[in-house]
């Protein structure tokens, strides 16, 4: 009670913070009558000012009133907008590395180019985040005006770039991409073999647009590089006619946790099954030789009975494409782990593509957590600020809006049924669409939007359907939302990025209209005069109706993404209506709902069509998406925790990975390997305070051959009065490296150095490929544990160390072994075997969703393995004429073409035609 007082009293806290910004703002706009007063070119040096002042040692903080007056200016002079205060506020906030929490249509990506210049003064970099490729695309261009006006670069991260594309993008001032797009680049940094390949330079900045769809929602799922196995595709097969062959009794389902398990009778039926099929080994199913069975028996049982075609993914071109679950967007390219994706395959009757083993991996957390700065904005991020803190320590600042919200949000409509629900729906959008008011529908699946669609064709409704089926065409549609009686179904409106203005767009009318007009042309400007005279007659109309009404057919499991689709409506004042139709069939109820809801909603027994609201009702509903969320937080808490273990193992691994490719020589590095492999063989086989008599001499002859490719005379050595084990370390230690120094001796200094790079990070990597797929694995099984009364993490944590140890005395071995057995010859190189396609992907480890949002992770959705050449000798240059039919024969097929394409001979102009 008394703290209500004083929050009415006082404001809350994060008024009172807000307003503690009021002296900078202040400050800011003393300097806009000297920045208005300037011509471009004084305003544009400002720049050069800025940045010798920092040479000097003035701090960034004090440059801010004065750099964020000057993007005022430029932005004014270039995109016709001029930064309001609430907009200055966000700025200074996304400074500051905290979360703007704005309004949709209060200018979230104009808001981010003042904190954005500032950092780039200094010139190390600053990373803007967007969700999809179309926005960082648009956000580039579009705000580049700004930042290239005042002299910065601007670059931007897209799918199928190559890499010096992406290295010049990178050495921008500023880069635009997508989260997946970073991730994935600094994932393919780390399996390269040369510094100069490497596209990123060290971090120092990140803004993330819709922050909590990036840093919550798709926190979920690691960002995973990774290549093909064997083919199974017959098992696949085979074990998809057994699980189709099941009834509803044979299986028990959590719809929860998106797991199914066999009932003990399904568990005796599916054996007699497979034995019949011969896929049993023995006659239990749990024997040890069945294991890869039971893995293929649990996949196909998820994709049969827990994964829904049109929901979870669609069939499209004979091929299975998963639907992200965000933003109801098609992924080409994605594809889920762990044997899912062949078992959907199967059982969709598609040819089935190979498995994929990880080769590489990060979570968003832990990725985003290595940049020195980071900050987001977003319209819905208060729900999650405790999220927000604990994992990224960033505060959540609520922005005021620049306009009092005039939107109503009406109470939620419960129908029996969702029949009952689509048909009130579709007699609601038919009645404000013929009273000219713009209609917005959420949805949450593509099954949902068609079915909808059916209801109001037979209403005679016109409307257009936003889902996955139909992405390429989302900003187009979604710009025109807010025409007159325009009737827009939108699968998920989560990071659309595209603004819904009423009366419509200008820019995509023209664009729709008059492809063939260019901008600034008279032909252009004549017609553009006319269309923006009809947008403000439409526009009139549409606020007198009420302006957009945004209609949910669901409840969503995070409160965020309801506000979302709330927040289309009733943008910079303009008024709006929103309002949910919830029914029993609704997952989030049937699910997630407490079973009273059901039993006392039945008890009241309502009728066919019959209609119900009560606060009763909307607050049963948010307990649900409450425990949602708070599951949701448990998972990536804990995807969070294990992820922490790797991490702290993958910085490590990437650190010497660096260190060898930066080092001049590695010599030093491999004589300790050497030596340290020496000093294990002979004390396992001579311990300590023991007689010569006592030592496992045949042992260490077996292992020094084996290793070392040494044949000491260890025989002689023992007859030797003095003789001990540090003796015959030291001996060994002295063979080996006469050994070593002598084959070096073949080859000069540089080559061997690039021998000894070569065979130190190829094995590095082998081992920490087979490391991550044990450490996957282990976290699949350690949770069993907890029925031995042990904490999981704990366990995986001393797990993990230990095989990591393992992992680096095997790196230490294998290195010694194959520098001791090769033999390096000086000649011409071959060309090398065709190299697998390395796969990206972003997928949940509990549910086996792929969230990603962008439609590719990387160069048509595959990353190259980039390994050494594994001849050092190289060729002489060779004088080449401008004609390509002369190149071949001359021309190393695996070389860069020599047209300077960026791709190799072989895929270029030495590609073989049929």
């Avoid at 994060?14 to 703002?25: C, E, Q, T």
Wanted: a negative charge; aromatic letters at 8%; glycine letters at 6%.
């Amino acid at each position: 009670m008394l703290g209500g007082f004083a929050k009415s009293l006082f404001g809350s806290s994060n008024d009172r913070y807000v307003k503690s910004l009021n002296p900078i703002l202040a400050k800011v706009a003393s300097y806009e009558p000297a920045m208005k007063a300037m011509s471009d070119d004084q305003l544009a040096n400002q720049t050069v000012l800025f940045r010798e002042r920092l040479a000097n040692g003035t701090k960034i903080d004090d440059l801010l009133p004065e750099a964020f007056a000057t993007v005022r200016e430029a932005a004014s002079r270039t995109l016709g907008q001029r930064h309001y205060d609430v907009q200055m506020v966000g700025g200074i906030v996304l400074h500051r590395g905290e979360i703007a929490e704005m309004r949709t249509g209060e200018g979230k990506t104009l808001v981010a180019t003042l904190a954005t210049y500032l950092n780039a003064l200094p010139g190390d970099g600053v990373h803007v985040i967007t969700v999809n490729d179309y926005l960082a695309a648009r956000d580039a261009d579009w705000m580049g005006q700004v930042y290239r006006f005042l002299g910065l670069t601007v670059g931007v991260i897209i799918p199928n770039l190559t890499d010096e594309q992406r290295r010049d993008a990178y050495a921008a001032d500023i880069t635009y991409g997508t989260n997946n797009e970073f991730g994935f680049d600094y994932l393919r940094d780390n399996m390269k073999y040369e510094r100069t390949t490497m596209v990123q330079r060290p971090f120092a900045m990140a803004i993330v647009d819709e922050v909590d769809s990036v840093l919550i929602d798709e926190a979920r799922t690691p960002l995973i590089i990774s290549g093909p196995t064997d083919d199974k595709s017959e098992l696949y097969m085979q074990v998809d006619a057994v699980v189709k062959r099941l009834d509803a009794i044979d299986y028990e389902k959590d719809e929860k946790q998106k797991s199914i398990i066999l009932t003990e009778d399904g568990t005796e039926k599916v054996e007699r099954m497979l034995e019949t099929a011969g896929l049993l080994e023995g006659d239990n199913l749990y024997d040890f030789e069945n294991t890869q069975v039971v893995h293929h028996l649990n996949q196909a049982l998820r994709a049969n009975m827990m994964f829904k075609r049109d929901t979870d993914y669609i069939v499209k071109d004979d091929k299975v494409v998963i639907i992200d679950e965000f933003t109801g967007r098609m992924m080409d390219g994605r594809r889920w782990s762990d044997g899912l994706h062949q078992a959907v395959e199967a059982k969709e009757g598609v040819q089935i593509e190979p498995e994929n083993q990880t080769m590489a991996s990060i979570t968003f957390q832990n990725y985003f957590r290595m940049y020195p700065k980071l900050s987001g904005m977003t319209g819905t991020a208060a729900t999650e600020a405790a999220e927000f803190y604990d994992i990224y320590k960033m505060n959540v600042v609520t922005i005021p809006t620049n306009v009092e919200i005039r939107r109503v949000d009406e109470e939620d409509e419960f129908y029996k049924d969702t029949q009952d629900k689509f048909r009130a729906i579709a007699k609601k959008i038919r009645l404000h669409a013929e009273q000219g008011q713009p209609v917005l529908v959420g949805t949450v699946s593509i099954e949902k939007s068609e079915l909808l669609s059916e209801f109001l064709q037979e209403e005679k409704v016109d409307h257009k359907v936003l889902n996955a089926r139909y992405h390429e065409m989302e900003a187009h549609i979604v710009a025109q939302a807010g025409r007159k009686s325009a009737v827009t179904i939108a699968t998920n409106m989560a990071g659309r990025g595209t603004d819904i203005q009423l009366g419509g767009n200008l820019e995509f009318r023209m664009l729709d209209e008059h492809p063939d007009l260019v901008a600034g042309t008279p032909d252009y400007e004549a017609r553009a005069a006319t269309i923006r005279t009809e947008i403000q007659a439409e526009k009139a109309a549409v606020l007198a109706s009420g302006g957009l009404f945004v209609l949910g057919t669901e409840r969503h499991e995070s409160r965020r993404i309801d506000n979302q689709l709330r927040g289309r409506s009733g943008r910079q004042g303009d008024p709006g209506l929103s309002r949910f139709y919830l029914s029993l069939d609704d997952d989030l109820l049937r699910i997630f709902g407490p079973d009273t809801l059901f039993a006392k909603m039945m008890r009241n027994n309502i009728e066919d069509g019959e209609a119900i609201g009560s606060k009763w009702l909307s607050k049963a509903i948010e307990t649900a998406q409450k425990k949602v969320e708070a599951r949701n937080y448990d998972i990536r808490k804990q995807v969070v925790e294990y992820d922490d273990v790797m991490n702290d193992q993958r910085k490590v691994i990437y650190e010497q990975r660096a260190d060898i490719m930066d080092a001049d020589a590695v010599g030093d590095v491999v004589s300790d390997m050497r030596a340290e492999t020496v000093n294990v063989i002979v004390g396992e086989a001579c311990p300590p305070n023991s007689y010569p008599e006592q030592w496992d001499v045949a042992g260490m002859k077996t292992q020094l051959a084996e290793i070392l490719n040494l044949e000491p005379p260890i025989d002689d050595w023992l007859t030797e009065e003095a003789i001990d084990p540090e003796l015959v370390e030291e001996r060994v230690r002295t063979l080996a490296d006469e050994a070593i120094e002598s084959k070096a001796s073949d080859l000069d200094t540089e080559t061997w150095t690039q021998v000894e790079k070569s065979i130190l990070l190829q094995n590095l990597d082998h081992h920490w490929k087979e490391h991550l797929a044990t450490l996957d694995a282990l976290r699949q099984v350690v949770h069993l544990r907890a029925y031995a009364q042990k904490t999981p993490i704990n366990e995986y944590k001393q797990e993990a160390f230990s095989l990591f140890q393992r992992m680096l005395d095997a790196i230490r071995v294998d290195v010694t072994k194959t520098i001791a057995h090769a033999r390096f010859q000086m000649q011409m190189p071959t060309d090398l075997p065709e190299l697998p396609d390395f796969i990206t992907t972003h997928f949940d480890p509990f549910t086996g969703e792929d969230n990603s949002n962008d439609i590719d992770g990387g160069t048509r959705g595959v990353v190259r393995s980039q390994l050494p050449p594994l001849q050092i000798a190289q060729p002489q240059p060779i004088e080449l004429g401008v004609d390509p039919a002369d190149w071949e024969g001359r021309v190393n097929r695996n070389a860069p073409c020599p047209c300077g394409s960026g791709n190799k001979y072989k895929h270029c102009h030495g590609a073989v035609t049929a």
